[in-house]
């Protein structure tokens, strides 16, 4: 029996492109060794993993902030230490993780034991974790603190790489991952990085793997909070008597929560001649006006309602940029684009000063980060004119912007596009006049060509309601913005939301424009699109049968779209397992396109690839390979070396080469179509997903089982991060990585894994969708080689059933079925004969 089949490159004119979000921490393969290495994100040459080997890092290294003011700690402080240096001076291969909630004082503890350890370790490295993208620049500050002229020429994937591999190099290092979001985002570090300290904070209380001890991080007791308080107050001096008696009832009422009593502190050494009584009867009057929510967020509001008060007779265009950021992604918003809130006189700069002193803010020369909570407080009180004022600021940001390159990252989009979806995702329904909207369809589009359209979805979302508020329900423009939202569903693995809402356009294209409509056509093979994608081939089918007959009656037989829509049905009929019509249709597709419009054409060699891929899905290499040859060499041509079509031929013809049992040659083709890839694309795009899982089933069939297993995880973690948990996509990567565990001979870990995945796949894709057949076949051979016939053969004989029903009784994947049944039933009878 086989493996699952690896994951191919289709081409962009007949399937759309699946989506992913922000970039991800790689996973380094290759430690042990010096050479060429595939770090699941770029490939690093010897002279750069030499470097990283033998760079040494100067006494003292680190990139910490001031040491703060941390009170009341000194249990979890001992236990930091316990649990760090369990081992003496050994790799510690835990990371213990402290949570809590927002303001409970995390990032303040880790900073403190950073501080006060410092000596012990060699190096001592603050990351930020709230992203796989913050994480990574992180990283790339480590390389160029260690090797600033290597780093100067280097791309930003390289320098992760590189820091990554000096981590595995060496060791008694500590990094503090700060303000981690979610568990999966640090997947790739936890297994790889154990040659020093990790230390975790997070809000996040579950979710983290087993070997890692968490500490719940609570408020301060009274005693230490009024300390904690009195010396932000005063700024060191000794509180009296009644200072300290005054602290204890203001501390009550702020909850003991460090970031309240911080904040507080702030603004009672701002003002001196007020007191810490009279401080607190004022914010005695704010408690029936604070936000609602979790005592948390009450607490900073009745603190910010008092910090508000004083700011706007002292300094309003502070007021001002504070609800401007509220209606902004939280952390690293440009400067430059509250400039517009400035009146030329560096007031902006100061109105930013003001904001830091009081701790409402945390401030980079660049960058201006708010507070989750305090955003969530500033939102909810009178944020209307913040909201408008965060609309117009990001309307001329993007009215300034060039427009980006196809395909190509463009950074200034890639800096204001996280502010655009916050403002999208935090629009109310009855909003009118957002002269951001038409921004969000644009910076929804730039998402999608760069393979992020699960991204959008906040944006589309917007944009459709601005639409039907402006436009109607039924206007021709509000349907397209409808079927792309519906799109966006689908990529993002949300079938029923994707296939109820592609259904309802058609219905309203229907209606509105008639049966014929060309727009009704493209909304009707949308909606096929939608039910293959969720392997429902019963249903699209004779909607794509339909769009092609509709489309040959209104435009002709060989009319680009009529091309099209064949197109679609060759590949329904592919998918079903009908090679034999695909393949007839197919080549009157390639003959009909190199008469109209040229042998190299583009749309020409779609089709030539088609029908080489649909020779290789029926064996016939013979006729498979000189296809794909001849495409790759057209394209390279015609297109140039790096286009992504070319790219997708070069993967294509390294896939045929493996099939043949060429593998050192399929591996030569798959490792440079992964760098490439990465370097055209970047590193989270689909493409480049596909081609790092393609490489790691090279990997296998070469028998390095270690190799490919590392580069399956490292592809699972990063569809996990950008697709999400389950996501069919990620779904697909994790029975990949089973399939790694059972080539390696773990059988336990592969069988926990494919029961995991098959629970998954039947829950979001449904119990006779294809990747659950697959599934469920998979499984079914993990228990066979353990020896368990008895849960073998049941589950072989249910999908064998099932796709007898959903395929028919001929299709490959049903004869295969069959097959492995009629096996397992012989093993099973030659087991009761021996007895």
């Known amino acids: 029996m086989t493996g699952p089949t690896p994951a191919s490159s289709p081409t962009p004119a007949t399937y759309p492109t699946p989506a992913t979000a922000t970039a991800t921490g790689p996973r380094s393969i290759a430690a042990g060794s010096i050479g060429t290495a595939i770090t699941g994100n770029v490939v690093l040459a010897a002279d750069a993993l030499t470097s990283a080997r033998d760079t040494p890092a100067p ?75 913050r994480l990574e620049q992180s990283l790339t500050a480590l390389t160029a603190r260690l090797a600033p002229s290597w780093a100067a020429g280097a791309t930003e994937p390289e320098q992760v790489s590189w820091a990554l591999n000096w981590l595995q190099w060496h060791h008694g290092w500590l990094v503090i991952l700060d303000n981690a979001e979610d568990p999966r985002d640090l997947h790739p570090y936890l297994g790889s990085l154990t040659g020093g300290h990790l230390l975790i904070t997070t809000r996040r209380a579950v979710g983290w793997p087993r070997g890692i001890p968490t500490r719940a991080l609570g408020t301060l007791a009274p005693d230490e909070a009024a300390t904690l308080l009195c010396d932000h107050a005063l700024q060191g001096a000794p509180p009296t008597p009644r200072q300290l008696l005054d602290a204890r009832a203001l501390a ?30 004022r914010l005695g009057t704010k408690l029936d006006k604070a936000a609602e929510g979790i ?107 060039p427009e980006p390159p196809e395909y190509l990252p463009a950074p200034a989009w890639d800096a204001l596009v996280p502010h655009l979806i916050a403002l999208a995702a935090t629009t109310p329904p009855d909003h009118h006049d957002d002269p951001a909207a038409e921004h969000y369809g644009t910076a929804a589009r730039y998402l999608n060509r760069r393979g992020h359209n699960a991204r959008t979805i906040a944006l589309r979302e917007a944009h459709l309601a601005h639409h039907e508020r402006t436009l109607g329900n039924t206007h021709p423009d509000t349907l397209l913005v409808r079927g792309d939202l519906a799109y966006a569903y689908e ?70 779209q009529t091309l099209n829509s064949r197109t679609d049905l060759a590949h329904a009929y592919r998918m079903a397992g009908n090679l034999e019509r695909a393949t007839a249709l197919y080549e009157s597709i390639l003959a ?104 790691a089933y090279a990997y296998a069939a070469a028998g390095d089982t270690e190799r490919a297993t590392a580069l399956f995880e490292a592809t699972l973690a990063q569809h996990e991060q950008v697709l999400g948990d389950s996501h069919p996509d990620t779904l697909r990567s994790r029975n990949s990585l089973a399939y790694a565990y059972r080539s390696a001979g773990d059988l336990e870990r592969a069988t926990a894994l494919y029961e995991t995945t098959l629970a ?65 039933r012989a093993a099973l009878a030659r087991r009761h004969r021996r007895r």
């Open 491 to 560: 990529v993002a693995g949300d079938l029923a939301r994707a296939i109820a809402l592609s259904e309802a356009v058609l219905t309203q294209h229907e209606q509105t424009l008639g049966d014929t409509d060309p727009r009704t056509l493209i909304a009707r093979t949308d909606l096929a699109y939608a039910y293959r994608t969720a392997g429902n081939l019963a249903r699209a089918i004779p909607l794509l049968r339909t769009t092609l007959a509709q489309r040959e009656q209104a435009l002709g037989d060989t009319h680009p």
């Open 59 to 133: 006494p003292g290294t680190n990139n910490l902030g001031p040491r703060p003011l941390c009170v009341g700690r000194e249990d979890e402080l001992a236990w930091l230490r316990r649990v760090l240096a369990a081992d003496g001076s050994s790799a510690v291969t835990q990371a213990p993780a402290v949570h809590g909630l927002g303001g409970i004082g995390k990032t303040t503890l880790a900073l403190h034991y950073a501080h006060c350890h410092r000596g012990d370790y060699a190096l001592t490295w603050w990351v930020n974790a709230e992203s796989p993208a």
């Open 295 to 401: 005592d948390a967020e009450r607490t900073i509001a009745r603190v910010w309602t008092q910090t508000l008060a004083t700011l706007t007779t002292r300094d309003p265009l502070a007021i001002t940029v504070l609800r401007t950021l509220a209606w902004l992604a939280p952390d690293d918003v440009p400067v430059s684009l509250l400039q517009q809130l400035d009146d030329g006189d560096d007031s902006l700069a100061e109105a930013l000063g003001t904001l830091g002193s009081y701790s409402m803010v945390a401030l980079t020369p660049d960058s201006v980060s708010l507070h989750r909570l305090l955003q969530t407080v500033l939102r909810g009180s009178g944020g209307n004119p913040g909201r408008s004022r965060a609309e117009h600021v990001l309307t001329a940001a993007f009215d300034a912007l």
């Open 592 to 695: 009909q396109r190199g008469q109209t419009l040229g042998e190299t054409h583009p749309q020409t060699l779609n089709s030539r690839s088609d029908l080489a891929y649909v020779h290789r899905a029926a064996g016939n290499l013979a006729r498979a390979i000189p296809l794909f040859r001849t495409t790759l060499a057209q394209r390279e041509q015609t297109l140039g070396d790096t286009h992504r079509d070319t790219l997708s031929s070069r993967n294509d013809l390294a896939q045929a080469y493996q099939a043949a049992g060429d593998v050192e040659r399929a591996t030569a083709l798959f490792e440079a179509t992964l760098a490439q890839r990465a370097q055209v694309l970047g590193d989270s795009h689909p493409d480049t997903l596909r081609s790092r899982e393609n490489l």
């Open 760 to 824: 998954q796949r039947e829950q979001v894709l449904g119990d006779t969708h294809p990747d659950t057949l697959n599934g469920r076949s998979d499984l079914a051979h993990a228990y066979q080689l353990a020896g368990d016939l008895e849960r073998a053969i049941p589950l072989y004989e249910t999908t064998l059933t099932q796709r007898e029903q959903t395929l028919g009784h001929t299709h490959p994947d049903t004869e295969r079925s069959r097959r492995y049944l009629t096996r397992a």
């Open 252 to 281: 009550a009422d702020l909850g003991h929560l460090p970031l309240a009593l911080d904040q507080a502190g702030a603004y009672l050494a701002q003002n001196r001649t007020i007191s810490i009584e009279a401080y607190r009867r």
